[in-house]
């Protein structure tokens, strides 16, 4: 089985045009700045950059050989196939294991994204007989039983069929089931230690 990694591609590339501005920045406070000043700016910087990265670049949904990798902003959470009870979605994807649950950080379907995704659902009005017929094309059975299969799903609903699909698929197989495990994500805490020692300094020398 090849991984698969679902995540918002807008808060994606938001993320990386974030972390090019503040490499540009980082790069001119460093050869231009003077102390106290540029270490506060790049403190400030510091603490955005942090934050982008473990709200925007770091969060995603895994899907592996032997299971569902959750990557939330500060914590990873791994779930075995065999250990999936089911997968929904309400605002954000949640993952039932046993008495505990996993809620998604990404992707997640906001109410926008919902109507939105009803409204490309609805089916097509039919082209107009008469004197002024509609010139909008007309669309085969087959066509409008796929809109209204797709009518209100979003990407998040997608991911959670993808991801039920593969554990109804994966727990046919022989073994154990194991628990799910939470841990801290080493990446998060060292950005944010990081950008707490620049905050720290700014507030000693500024």
């Not at 591609?9 to 990386?16: D, H, I, P, R, S």
């Not at 090019?20 to 050869?31: E, I, Q, T």
């Not at 999936?84 to 294991?97: L, N, Q, R, Y």
Request: glycine letters at 6%; a positive charge; proline letters at 6%.
């Amino acid at each position: 089985m090849k991984p698969q990694v679902f995540r918002s591609k807008t808060a994606w590339v938001l993320g990386w045009v974030w972390m090019v501005f503040a490499g540009f920045n980082a790069v001119d406070l460093v050869v231009n700045g003077t102390i106290p000043s540029a270490l506060i700016a790049g403190a400030v910087l510091a603490v955005l950059t942090a934050a982008v990265f473990v709200g925007c670049l770091r969060p995603c949904v895994r899907s592996r050989e032997d299971g569902i990798l959750v990557r939330n902003p500060l914590r990873n959470v791994f779930v075995p196939w065999k250990a999936v009870d089911g997968v929904h979605v309400s605002h954000a994807i949640i993952i039932e294991s046993g008495d505990d649950s996993v809620r998604c950080w990404t992707p997640q379907a906001s109410a926008r994204e919902r109507a939105k995704a009803v409204r490309r659902g609805a089916p097509s009005v039919p082209a107009r007989s008469g004197r002024y017929p509609s010139t909008q094309p007309q669309v085969s059975k087959a066509e409008q039983a796929a809109a209204l299969a797709m009518a209100g799903r979003t990407h998040a609903d997608w991911v959670a069929q993808q991801l039920t699909e593969t554990a109804e698929k994966k727990s046919r197989a022989e073994g154990e089931k194991a628990p799910l495990t939470t841990t801290w994500s080493p990446s998060a805490l060292v950005i944010l230690a990081a950008a707490l020692i620049l905050v720290i300094a700014a507030l000693i020398l500024g």
